[in-house]
């Protein structure tokens, strides 16, 4: 039975380097729909352009305008292919208006050789048991973000005081992250990963919604079976943005994918 | 008299969108031309194309093939331009072949308002003084990189042992940095700076050449004038790839820049 990331996702091929996909309304949260679910499809039509490399390497999203359920086109256009690598270019559109435009180098990452050299610290959170899953979240919020269905999330307590009023000022969201259909996430679903769990600046005070400019997420590996660990953390807020920046820990220690995007601080 | 920056990175427009520029030979290393000056090439063109939004705030760029001297050709296509920022796709080739594609997203950083609040720590590096200063790299060295002549960079001295084969294996490099002929860095120089020094590997005695094959710089504020401090520093080697981040920190302890980019691992 295919995985529910895998149907939501789905592209047809409807010309050359163009592809046909249907933004699902489950994805939704606030007034649009999940940034990181339009970099999973994406995504997909990238790895469907270049068959020989499956994976995203690197991918850079700037987001132009908000998405709706509904279809939705994306077009690809092969840069350069050589070698172990191939850079493509992308527009994901809705009507004829652009919602994001991205570059990508995608590879394969099970051919990719070398040392592992990690010394980045995996974020230390309690045991499973011991976290706040996002099912806690109160109604009125999980209505307007159907979003948080699509996942299991259990996050750090140290990190959740934002959901009852008292943020920690910190600039730090973790937790444990898993689908909720159960189903392990691919290399291109690491995208999505990078852009679910809420903007760290709830963790700041500052509730509410923060318009993604840019995102660039590196993959750097194929993450290995079971739950992940994902954590956001800002280190500097100024000029009306902020940075966020999300690693993603897999089950066997390894950090398979780190991502940055600058977004506009949410109004007080 | 304009700064030697200026002149190195002036365009001409030729066309709708199109411009033209000259590789100057002063920033070749290695076996090619450095790519963070030709981003600031290819960001002076985006300026130039949106004259009301003439700082970079986010600029993702591909490299897809190494540049010479010589002359080169920047094409630029604004594909959003409303409120307070502005999105660009941007090339620059040479002889009808594309060495960078890249996202931009420029504003006014002037115009940008917000309170400041910054967890991240400012590098610490000893007195100006009890640095090393790049004019120390040996002579072979110097003649393979005249890149180095553009800058006056005065590494901590904790961060130089792979000039002296004893590199310290931590994977930071770190100093202060000017132009050479002593003229201020402005916004777009910025996208130049962060990829100015050496390659993080060094520091893991990985010599030699790193081609990057993504880099993308946040622009957070018009630095104040001064030097300036400028750390690069990597946390995860893997897949054959590392990833490099960079800081670069004003006379006014303001962190300026953040960027990231992902670079394949030099050969042992």
Known sequence: MPSEWDTHTSVTATGDGLFGAELDPGWVVGGGVNGGYLLGILGRAVAESVPAKPHPLSVSAYYLSASTPGPAQVSTRVLREGGSVATVAAELGQEGVTRI???????????????VATTAEEPALPPIEECVPGTMAPEEVRRIAPLMERFDIRFDPACVGWAMGAPSGNGLIQGWFRMADGHD???VGLLMVCDALPPVTFDLGLPGWAPTLELTVHVRAVPTPGWLKV???TRNVAGG???EDCEVWDSAGRLVAQSRQLAMQPRR
């Open 101 to 115: 435009t991205a570059l990508a180098t995608y590879g394969d990452l099970r051919a990719m050789h070398g040392d």
């Open 185 to 187: 996430v691919d290399p």
């Open 231 to 233: 954590s956001h953390r």
């Open 241 to 243: 943005m902020f940075e």
